[in-house]
T-cell receptor
Framework: DAKTTQPNSMESNEEEPVHLPCNHS???????IHWYRQLPSQGPEYVIH???SNVNNRMASLAIAEDRKSSTLILHRATLRDAAVYYC???????????FGKGTLLTVNP | GAGVSQSPSNKVTEKGKDVELRCDPI?????LYWYRQSLGQGLEFLIY????????KSGLPSDRFSAERTGGSVSTLTIQRTQQEDSAVYLC?????????????FGPGTRLTVT
């Protein structure tokens, strides 16, 4: 699997937008960009995924660079419940498993 | 609807004993996955089922680990002769299909402690 690079940690204030970056310069044309998050003492939770176009869902937005070498997960209004480790994962269409890195620990301040 | 469930939520066992961990995937999901998360470590892939078949067992750490899936639904992960290094949270996930274009839904995990 192609490698992703994320900051180890980020901080945000409650009710402010959060932009979580991910670099994936070796991405291939068949790789989907997946984001998962893991709240304390819980299993990972799917957030969003995309291939080439920007994606929106009820949880977040995913902005994908035109060359696909980077992407940004956007939480529009952070809440305390959004404090978690966020994982950016590349997954080829033919690849059945997720390969987790260290992710970004997001702290949300009240 | 119901999510992925796992049982037990916590298991404490003595070194050398066998343990069985159970996973109930989301109804209708054909793909099922087991992962492990050790203290301070990331999540590592263990095994994947498509229906009742396991095309990839390469992530199983040793031959003390085995898994099966019956009826295309429930899966059991068995660890024989447990060792202290087996202590971890064991996570199960399921998805409608195994393709990379589909998301995986995770259960809450089973925390295994080997004393």
């Amino acid at each position: 699997d192609a490698k992703t690079t994320q900051p180890n940690s980020m901080e945000s204030n409650e009710e402010e937008p959060v932009h979580l970056p991910c670099n994936h310069s070796t991405i291939s044309g068949t790789d989907y960009i997946h984001w998962y998050r893991q709240l304390p003492s819980q299993g990972p939770e799917y957030v969003i995924h995309g291939l080439t176009s920007n994606v929106n869902n009820r949880m977040a937005s995913l902005a994908i660079a035109e060359d696909r070498k980077s992407s940004t997960l956007i939480l529009h209004r952070a809440t305390l419940r959004d404090a978690a480790v966020y994982y950016c994962i590349l997954r080829a269409g033919s690849n059945y498993k997720l390969t987790f890195g260290k992710g970004t620990l997001l702290t949300v301040n009240p | 609807g119901a999510g992925v469930s796992q049982s037990p939520s916590n298991k404490v066992t003595e070194k050398g004993k066998d343990v069985e961990l159970r996973c109930d995937p989301i109804s209708g999901h054909t793909a099922l996955y087991w992962y492990r998360q050790s203290l301070g470590q990331g999540l590592e892939f263990l095994i994947y089922f498509q229906g009742n078949s396991a095309p990839d067992k390469s992530g199983l750490p040793s031959d003390r680990f085995s898994a099966e899936r019956t009826g295309g639904s429930v899966s059991t992960l068995t660890i024989q002769r447990t060792q202290q290094e087996d202590s971890a949270v064991y996570l199960c996930a399921s998805s409608p299909y195994s393709s990379g274009s589909y998301e995986q839904y995770f259960g809450p995990g089973t925390r295994l402690t080997v004393t």
